[in-house]
């Protein structure tokens, strides 16, 4: 795992969330428990800090 100085000037973190509990499609199935992997969802942002 690589860590970034979060001090540094122009910092670049990634922030990954998963919709684990979102009813994504109405149905009342929470995603974490939809029975095909490719209806689940995930979301990944790379942020640059500034000071």
């Not at 994504?24 to 992997?37: M, P």
């Not at 209806?39 to 000071?51: D, E, G, Q, V, Y």
Request: aromatic share 8%.
């Amino acid at each position: 795992m690589d860590v970034p100085d979060l001090t540094a000037a122009g910092a670049r973190v990634q922030l990954i969330t998963d919709s684990g509990s979102a009813d994504l499609y109405g149905d009342g199935t929470e995603a974490k428990d939809l029975t095909h992997a490719e209806w689940k969802k995930a979301r990944a942002a790379w942020f640059t800090l500034n000071p």
